[in-house]
């Protein structure tokens, strides 16, 4: 960059797609007649996506669904199928797709050679066992194991909202900070923004974070925090697959994979909406390899949280991320062990609030 003042990148936008999506994608390729009114909606998102040049990937379906996969064989079935369903919209004629009006996934006769070329694949079958195996059983549990800090914030915001509604919203959002420093020994961006925006709202998130009380059903709730704590992970795969795509460049200098989540989900959409990714930097990995820095905007706050406690809080939680980093040895996750007991600790709480037997 220093000698040419200037660096050509071409860049390669990818639809994440949430787990959700892919299944409706993969039963309108192989029976479209079964999403009923949903057909027109799906087709047209993937005619969005062929117009722009879109590339699909399925990672976030299969690390979700290899984890909480209660039926290993039956899982592998299914990987492969919606496999195959992403080599086929990645090896169609899109001129005939587009011209059907979204009707014809036919491949084209170069498609499949083009697709083993970019890929670097020697055959189909390689492919789409890659494509299958995007998430090992090892890999799947490590991320379940990480995405259960997350369940654990989740729970202890619910928690605070019930017993502490009187407190102000930043009190509540202090002690929610507090918690995964003092307690998890790890801070965790987009669940302390979650929890804010639940407490400013809380019926702005009627699926994340239901409203707890003693007409709550035990197994609902717990249910709905689960789900929202692997939605949150979803919601950091932009950040973390945004940068090199580690392929050599032809014409330029680098590529760049540039990811969207895509999501049907009305809440996930506003809160990745927030979401802001402000810079990436791309070191080599001796160096610590790629880091991104991000945020969140406060219009999902306006109107109910006033500039000055906005201010207030986003100035304390800057100072205390600061002397984290200060000494980073002083902070570090807790055990496995002790975020079982935790968690089990959190929901005997919530089991405690809502209705008997639910």
Known sequence: MLSKQQVAIAVEPVAILDSNLLDAIHVYRTNPAR????????????????????DLSPIFYYYEATARATNPDHWREIAHERAETVLALQTMDTRRFLRSG?????????????????SRA?????????????????????????VRYGYAALLKAALIQNGERRRSISERYRM????????????????????????????????FLPD??????????????????????LLRFPENLLGSTMRSARVVDETCLLPFLCTADNVLRKLATS?????????????????A?????????????????????????????????????????????????????????????CRRDT
């Open 35 to 54: 999403l009923k009114e949903m057909q027109e909606p799906v087709r047209d998102f993937l005619l969005f996506l062929v117009q722009r040049g879109f």
């Open 176 to 207: 929610l900070g507090e918690f995964m420093t003092e307690k998890l020994g790890i801070a965790l961006g987009a669940e302390r923004f979650v929890g804010l925006y639940y407490f400013a709202r809380p019926s702005g998130l009627p699926r």
């Open 212 to 233: 707890l009380g003693p007409d709550s059903n035990r197994t609902r709730i717990l249910g709905a925090l689960l789900g929202a704590s692997w939605d949150l992970l």
């Open 293 to 353: 820095i991000t945020g969140y905007t406060t219009d999902l706050l306006k109107g109910v949280v006033s500039e000055d406690m906005m201010d207030e809080i986003f100035d304390e939680t800057f100072r205390a991320d600061v002397e984290r980093q200060k000494n980073v040895k002083a902070f570090a996750p807790i055990s496995a062990e002790a975020l079982t007991d935790m968690i089990r600790h959190l929901e005997e709480e919530i089991a405690g609030i």
């Open 102 to 118: 979204g009707t014809e996934i036919v491949a084209h006769p170069n498609g499949e050679a083009l697709q083993l070329e970019h």
């Open 122 to 146: 020697s055959s189909v079958n390689e492919l789409l066992h890659r494509y299958s195996t995007l998430a090992s059983p090892e890999q799947a549990a490590a991320l379940a194991d990480n």
């Open 275 to 291: 979401h802001i990714i402000q810079a990436v930097f791309e070191f080599p990995p001796e160096f610590g390899g790629r880091k």
